[in-house]
């Protein structure tokens, strides 16, 4: 028999209560999954609040690499994920194109003593690993400025992956050269060198979406993800992650308008009558939209029963790599 939303819940609860787990969720989830989540946050602080977490069992819903992270920090917790997503940006890069890359560079006369790789937090523990093994560190989207300037502090070319956006976006606010591998500029005339990734999602934004507000309603703001193309990025009043996008919103005061370029469960949960949607076509993040109420449920009952489905298991060696690369981000 299907249970019904409210059952579901009651059920989750019910497992909550009887079983060592704690429920993380990420703010792009659907709000019925949201509501459940013991940790709730932005990538960051999911892998910060989840690392300090006691309980025997992680049920993460978010997307794959993010439940990846958690087992990478804390090889000892048992890490499952209600659905398996995987973060369409995150697939765009493999240890192999890593390698490939790093050997783009050596091509163009930068040895890898010169290069210091930085690997956006959504990609894979492969990828992790290789940064770590090479001197790297993982940063996210809230603390991507402070740790390149920390790394350019060595005085190395900067190989930054997968987000060309992100990458491209700080190195615009630091006033530093940016070029994306592969775009046909000589890759020594750059502090940063981006790798051609991008979040499908976050491309949706135009200039003309931000023109349509402005023109709509004069002195509204614009506020977006640094995951937007950095076209989208320089013609918006704020840029910021998820976390500092919801404090930057929720302190403004109540009769600003406020068009917003990041993920559609994100905005809509923070509408108001002066939060709109930076977009005509829906911002939603399929694969953060996969997990649902009845799997979450599923997981549970299947670590009750003995037999957890979806678990994360990352190998001895690539773990060790990977974590040195996030640990060196949590330092900072
Ligand atoms: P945050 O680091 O802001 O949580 O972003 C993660 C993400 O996947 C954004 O698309
Ligand atoms: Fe990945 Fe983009 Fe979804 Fe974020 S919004 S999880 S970057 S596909």
Redesign the pocket.
Known sequence: MQLTTEQLKDQINEYKKKLSVTVVA???QRDEVFEMGDITG???ELAMKTKADTADYVVFCG?GFMGQSVKVLSPHKRVVMPKLAC?AMATMIDGTQFDASVKALNEAGIPNENILPITY??SNAEVKAKVGQMGGMVC???NAKKIITTALEEGKKILFVPDRCLGQNIANQMGLKSCVLGDGTNVADADIICFNGF?S??QLFTVDDINFYRKKFPGILIAV?P?CDPAICSASDFVG???QLIKYITELPEDQKVAVGT?FNLVNRLRSKNTYVLSSTKPE?PTMNETTLQDVYDVLKSIDEGEPLNEIKVDAETQKWANIALERMLAL
Request: hydrophobic fraction near 20%; charge should be negative; proline fraction near 0%.
């Open positions: 990420h703010f792009y932005d990538s960051l997307v973060c937090i959504n996210t989207s809230s979040c999602v976050h993800h995951e992650s998820t976390s993920e993040c």
